[in-house]
């Protein structure tokens, strides 16, 4: 079946920070991959997406790309912010389930001062 | 309609007791999916409706589970007899089968569960 693994956290940065989080999957066929981000006290909200190999998903200074060959999605970002402090999702869908997602366990992010 | 909702956002409740969630989708949105987390865990998928069919139910979902969306529009979520185990965050998305968003969920705020 669909796996979705994220490195643990907390991963604790300092702001202005390179903030990088792994994320690797397994999967039949060729799934959409999408990262999801849960703000202290708010629901998940979609953060960027890429849905075939080799796509850049980007918003808000954060980038992934997706490497069918490595099946990996990780998320990165060069600057970050004390705002950036949140738990992240990384999750796969595919066409042929309903588009349900399969996501990873999350990583929370703490940015300090 | 500016996104989806979820009511209650808390519900407490004692062990052998039935509850039930309600979801509004976002309006134009016929697919439906409601997951469950719980503390240090992702969403975890539990059953899924296109218009008002249900089309998917996970193994996590025990025959103590039982989800409606009728008329294809809000879908409600009820659990009988709650076991401290079915404390949870419930959670419920929705998105569309065509467009250019087909393939992304919106999430609403969640219900949060807590049996005594």
């Known amino acids: 079946g669909n796996s979705v693994t994220q490195m643990e956290g907390p991963v604790t940065l300092s702001e202005e920070a390179f903030l990088t989080i792994n994320c690797t999957y397994t999967?039949?066929?060729?799934?959409?991959l999408f990262w999801y981000v849960q703000y202290p006290g708010e629901g998940l909200q979609l953060l960027l997406k890429a849905t075939k190999a080799d796509d850049k998903g980007s918003n808000k200074g954060f980038e992934a790309t997706y490497r069918k060959e490595t099946t990996s999605f990780h998320l990165e970002k060069g600057s970050v912010q004390v705002s950036d402090s949140a738990v992240y999702f990384c999750a796969l869908s595919q066409v042929d389930s309903w588009g349900k997602f399969q996501f990873g366990a999350g990583t929370q992010v703490v940015v300090t001062p | 309609d500016t996104g989806v909702s979820q009511d209650p956002r808390h519900k407490i409740t004692k062990r052998g007791q039935n509850v039930t969630f309600r979801c509004d989708p976002i309006s134009e949105h016929n697919r439906l999916y409601w997951y469950r987390q719980t503390l240090g865990q992702g969403p975890e998928f539990l059953t899924y409706f296109q218009n008002e069919a249900q089309l998917e139910k996970s193994r996590l979902l025990s025959d103590r589970f039982s989800a409606e969306r009728p008329k294809g529009s809000f879908s409600t979520l009820e659990i009988q007899r709650t076991e401290q185990g079915d404390s949870a965050m419930y959670l419920c998305?929705?998105?569309?089968?065509?467009?250019?968003?087909?393939?992304?969920?919106?999430f609403g705020p969640g219900t949060r569960l807590t049996v005594l």
């Open positions: 998305a929705s998105s569309s089968l065509g467009g250019r968003n087909y393939n992304e969920q919106f």
């Open positions: 999967a039949t066929g060729y799934p959409s």
